[in-house]
């Protein structure tokens, strides 16, 4: 998922599914684009799960309306750096193949 939830109600953004909005309660959401953001930390994990890339980097991005999204890196990326979402990568292997997801990205 490359794209954001946005609420009807007030407008708030989340990347994570909820049942209700943080800001205001409401329980409608809209997908939008998650467009642009800023890479606001990074991380790197170095003992991971089985099938989890080592080492794994990782970023917490803001983006517009109030969304946070923590996520893989795709590349090497420092704070501060404009970013964006991308969807269809494999983030782990496992016994029943593999797990795909959205990835932070550096924004072309």
Same mark, same amino acid.
């Given at each position: 998922?490359? *794209?954001?939830?946005? %609420?009807? *109600? %007030?407008?708030?953004? $989340? +990347? +994570?599914?909820?049942?209700? %909005?943080?800001? %205001?309660?409401?329980? @409608?959401?809209?997908?939008?684009? @998650?467009?642009?953001?800023?890479?606001?930390? /990074? $991380? $790197?994990? +170095? /003992?991971?799960?089985?099938g989890?890339?080592e080492?794994?980097?990782?970023?917490?991005?803001?983006?517009?309306?109030?969304?946070?999204v923590? @996520?893989?890196? *795709?590349?090497?990326?420092?704070?501060g750096d404009?970013?964006?979402? /991308?969807?269809d990568?494999?983030?782990?292997? $496992?016994?029943?193949?593999?797990?795909?997801?959205?990835?932070i990205? @550096?924004?072309?």
């Open positions: 998922m490359t *794209d954001l939830l946005e %609420c009807r *109600d %007030c407008g708030r953004r $989340t +990347y +994570y599914e909820k049942r209700r %909005c943080p800001a %205001c309660g409401g329980s @409608a959401f809209d997908g939008v684009s @998650a467009g642009e953001g800023e890479l606001l930390s /990074v $991380t $790197t994990v +170095y /003992v991971t799960p089985d989890v890339r080492p794994n980097a990782l970023g917490l991005a803001s983006f517009a309306g109030g969304a946070n923590i @996520a893989q890196l *795709d590349e090497e990326l420092s704070i404009a970013v964006r979402l /991308v969807g990568r494999e983030l782990r292997e $496992t016994d029943d193949g593999p797990m795909w997801g959205a990835r990205v @550096a924004a072309e």
